[in-house]
């Protein structure tokens, strides 16, 4: 026995960082190939940004009748006493009404601001929440903020949910670029590119990622402006970076705004959850596995719970065999 503990001590020493990195392998592994599905439970924040896309089409057809009910009001005080500023006001409202109508199951921009090294948490939320739109008949803007390196990231993440509807609960077919969705890109200086998106998108951005011209699309013939927009979803790996969606979006504007952040930094962004500046906060890879079991996305982010979960067992097993190594070297020592 001692010299089979004394043979294996000295194999371990010489070899344990590769068995670790093996049997880590092994847990990732295991992990993709297990189809089942974690049992979890959908939390209120995630809920928040579920009910954003669920109801948007909704809430856009209550916009609309809000807007024709404003411009029988303003036609009906014309007819009483007409005057210039009046007369403005009903074709500034027939003409926002007119775009509301192109686009009538409504409007939702999601702005990508994460690369690589967070697509593993970000990736699959933002995939989700698109498929989610597109499974409603949404339609939906992509932009970069803060990352210039999340241009061909999000290319990927589009054109794959623009391709992915027949799987999905409510099952959609191929999404057209320019008429069903469009990806903006990068622009350098994002908030003052939110900001001058208040008075017109198409000054913002006047083509897309692939150079286009937004003016010919038609999907851009239902927007003009900011206030187009239904909701807006910022999936982000910095801490700072979604708070010019806050103050532009949020405060500025009053459009519905979710956020979604790696579990590492999503706790600064609690406090505008509950202040109600924010309708919902996705919570890491968690998050993202809630709204994909939610909506019918496929498991991407769950089996990547699966592999969190089995590393992390294995970890904390290692922790506890060094624990339990230590005390025991230490008594021998006594």
């Known amino acids: ?26 847990f990732v592994w295991l992990a993709l190939i297990n189809k089942k599905p974690l049992d979890l439970t959908v939390s209120d924040a995630t809920q928040g940004a579920l009910d954003l896309v669920e109801h948007m089409p909704e809430n856009h057809r209550k916009k609309i009748k809000e807007q024709e009910e404003l411009l029988a009001k303003l036609q009906k005080e014309e007819s009483v006493q007409s005057s210039a500023e009046l007369t403005a006001q009903i074709d500034e409202t027939k003409a926002y009404l007119e775009r509301l109508r192109i686009n009538s199951n409504g409007v939702f921009l999601v702005c990508i601001d994460f690369d690589a090294g967070s697509d593993a948490e970000l990736g699959p939320m933002a995939y989700a929440s698109i498929r989610h739109a597109f499974s409603l008949g949404i339609k939906v803007l992509i932009n970069n903020g803060y990352t210039v390196m999340a241009q061909p990231l999000s290319q990927m993440i589009v054109d794959s949910a623009a391709l992915g509807g027949a799987t999905m609960p409510r099952p959609y077919g191929f999404k057209q670029a320019g008429s069903d969705f469009v990806f903006f890109g990068f622009r350098p200086n994002p908030f003052q590119v939110y900001l001058q998106m208040g008075e017109s998108v198409l000054s913002a951005y006047e083509t897309d990622y692939s150079g286009k011209a937004l003016a010919e699309m038609p999907i851009m013939k239902g927007i003009k402006d900011i206030r187009d927009i239904d909701g807006i979803a910022a999936y982000s790996c910095n801490v700072g970076t979604p708070e010019s969606w806050i103050n532009v979006a949020q405060t500025k504007f009053n459009i519905p705004l979710v956020v979604g952040m790696t579990a590492v930094s999503v706790s600064d962004y609690f406090p505008y959850l509950q202040s109600g500046q924010l309708c919902g906060l996705i919570t890491g890879l968690r998050g993202a596995a809630e709204y994909e079991k939610t909506v019918g996305a496929p498991p991407v982010a769950n089996r990547r719970m699966w592999a969190q979960l089995y590393t992390h067992a294995f970890a904390i097993g290692l922790i506890v065999v060094g624990n339990i190594e230590y005390f025991i070297k230490g008594k021998r020592a006594a």
């Open 1 to 26: 026995m001692k010299l089979f503990l004394s043979r294996f001590t000295s194999f371990w020493k010489n070899r344990y960082r590769a068995i670790i990195y093996i049997m880590t392998f092994a």
